[in-house]
């Protein structure tokens, strides 16, 4: 089986002025970042990598670098470059180890929240419908909304998933994605599906992009894309078609609907004003699995929304997962998480070649980890897929580096672990080995890390709860509940208090 070689450790990195040279740079770049910027931000994008712990970040680091030639070690992810990084307290109210509903609610509604609910403070009970009323939380995509901005959700998973619809969605349970996944109580007591509050709630989302085509056609409908796959028709049993209705709502309003990378790519941005992309039944390809013709990447949908985004001259919000890195760990196919992760840090550089940290707040995070590790005293450059230079002096057997701590890829042959070596463990659905077996692999609970740069970055540092980013990210951006410090108009903007010195600022320039 080929196996990457190890690289000869490079002559350069043997002299102590390599070291010591890189050291001065690094800490020249450091000092700078001591000017702080204090500018409001025009403009707010947050990118959750789902299940994108410090060792996925680790790994993908690894991964992409050595997709670029490199041994990997050495390699920065864009992410990597941004100036600040904290750590997030990732529990939810009534769960150490966290689901992503409870925690989309904490940083998107500035709440923590009880799992499997969105949108809704931990007075909520999770499938009681009856606890939704008055227990609702709004989030900050709204909150700038509100303050006259465009907003914008673009994710791999399907729209209503538990991260997404956080967004703009209060449920008390995050797999009510339609009408047909509720109980009659639930509908009978007035609670709403997911899909639909997602056109219902904030009915002017200005741009909309992922999967989930099926939540909202009427059942037996079949999909535009697999006619004749019964498990992707619509599923919708109150007969609407969420689609044309917006349809409908929006052509008269510069709205595009999309449904492939191909129309997707041949809109005009700047004549677009809504836009609603919706690229797969259920969740979107890995993007390992993607078909480059005719379903668009994480980056290129990144790309779209926000060129139509940037036509508000008072900018926007922008909400963006990479969610399929946290279904790669779930499934133990670690190849396909790290993908998924090295194509959201291009995604991550793509927004900042577009945008300026002169006025864009960017900030990358996860909702919470996996229990994903590599070890087993690989040597430089060693592929990340590839196996520990050891075996086991237990059975006497190789194993990979990548391991996982439970889920499907625990294997016994013969009463005994499977000897890894007979098998293609470089395969893209390859299962890595687990030690506890489980059909899913779970989360991790450790803290998350939390990068960010641009106006009032640095305000994200140490070790916080996870609702505390969306009330930074609204105060960066005077928005919310966060406009106290906030005086503007004519030349001036004040961002910073005392409020009393931003008045007399604002009363000497006239």
């Given at each position: ?83 600040f990084v904290s750590l997030s307290k990732t529990y939810n109210t009534d769960a150490q180890v966290p689901d992503s509903a409870g925690t989309a609610t904490a940083y998107l509604c500035g709440v923590k929240a009880n799992e499997g609910t969105v949108g809704v403070s ?299 070596s007979t098998v293609d463990f470089a395969e893209n659905n390859y299962k890595a080995q687990s030690a506890v077996p489980l059909t899913s692999e779970t989360h991790g609970g450790e803290d998350v890390a939390v990068f960010s740069k641009g106006p009032l970055a640095h ?52």
């Open positions: 089986m080929f196996l990457k070689t190890v690289k000869i450790l490079p002559e350069t990195e043997k002299s102590p002025a390599f070291w010591n040279d890189r050291a001065q740079e690094t800490l020249k770049e450091a000092l700078n970042t001591q000017v702080l910027n204090k500018n409001t931000a025009k403009n707010l994008i947050l990118f959750l990598g789902d299940g994108m712990g410090v060792p996925t970040v680790t790994a993908a680091r690894i991964l992409k670098g050595q997709l670029n030639g490199q041994s990997g070690e050495e390699y920065q992810l864009e992410m990597d470059k941004f100036p931990a007075a909520a009970v999770r499938s009681q419908c009856n606890t939704t009323k008055g227990n609702e939380v709004t989030s900050i995509l709204k909150w700038a909304k509100d303050a006259g901005k465009s907003v914008g959700i673009v994710t791999t998973t399907r729209i209503n998933h538990a991260t997404p619809s956080a967004a703009y969605a209060h449920s008390v349970d995050r797999d009510w994605y339609s009408d047909n996944e509720m109980p009659s109580e639930a509908l009978q007591a007035g609670c709403k599906d997911i899909a639909r509050q997602l056109f219902e709630n904030i009915p002017n989302i200005d741009v909309i992009m992922g999967g989930g085509r099926k939540y909202m056609f009427p059942k037996n409908m079949s999909d535009v894309d697999y006619p004749g796959v019964a498990k992707y028709n619509g599923v919708r049993n109150d007969g609407r078609n969420l689609v044309q209705e917006w349809i409908d709502r929006m052509k008269d309003q510069g709205g595009h609907y999309v449904w492939n990378k191909q129309q997707l790519l041949s809109l005009n941005p700047k004549k677009t004003n809504y836009l609603l992309g919706l690229f797969g039944p259920v969740d979107l390809p890995y993007d390992l699995e993607r078909n480059a013709d005719s379903d668009p990447s994480l980056t290129q949908m990144v790309e779209v929304a926000i060129r139509v985004l940037q036509n508000n001259p008072n900018g926007f919000y922008l909400l963006v997962e990479g969610g399929r890195i946290d279904h790669g760990h779930h499934e133990g196919k670690a190849k396909q998480a790290l993908y998924e992760a090295v194509e959201m840090d291009r995604a991550i550089g793509r927004a900042g070649f577009l945008t300026t940290t002169h006025d864009t707040l960017t900030v990358v995070t996860a909702d919470h980890s996996h229990v994903f590790t590599f070890g087993g005293y690989t040597r430089r450059g060693n592929t990340i897929f590839g196996l520990a230079p050891m075996v086991s002096d237990v059975d006497q057997k190789p194993f990979t580096s990548i391991l996982y701590g439970n889920g499907p890829g625990y294997k016994l042959v013969g009463g005994a672990r499977e000897n890894v305000l994200l540092h140490g070790v916080r709860e996870q609702n505390f980013i969306p009330h930074v990210m609204a105060y960066a951006a005077c928005i919310g509940q966060n406009r106290k410090h906030c005086v503007s108009g004519g030349t001036a903007t004040c961002v910073t208090p005392p409020l009393l010195l931003c008045v007399l600022f604002k009363w000497l320039v006239g």
